[in-house]
């Protein structure tokens, strides 16, 4: 079976088309990324240990926020959030208040 793409993806907008591939020869592990669009999509397998090693060298990457950062962030969100509130309260009476005087009832 013959996947056929789309001309962007086999490279004919760019002059350099790229072979078509048929399922049966995609590898069952591709470590690198190929340039085929079909290829890329096999997703890379590594084992729990490495998994784990890799997991813990990201999350040592990671900035974590100061207390007094979460802290002030936290309070913008509950004061944004009370004023939402208040004005969709304010617009939601004023409708009912419009509408009342236009039913009449």
């Known amino acids: 079976m013959v996947v056929d793409l789309h001309p962007d993806l086999r490279g004919e907008s760019r002059g350099t088309p790229l072979p078509t591939a048929s399922l049966l020869e995609i590898p069952a592990r591709t470590p690198y990324l190929t340039g085929n669009p079909i290829r890329e999509r096999v997703m890379a397998f590594t084992n729990p240990l490495q998994f784990l090693q890799q997991t813990r060298a990201e999350v040592a990457k990671v900035v974590w926020p100061t207390r007094r950062e ?4 936290t309070v913008m969100v509950f004061i944004l959030s009370a004023l939402a509130a208040t004005y969709f309260s304010l617009v ?3 409708i009912r208040t419009a509408l009342t005087a236009i039913i009449g009832s």
Do not use: A, F, P, Q
């Open 70 to 73: 979460v802290l002030l962030t």
């Open 92 to 94: 939601d009476l004023g």
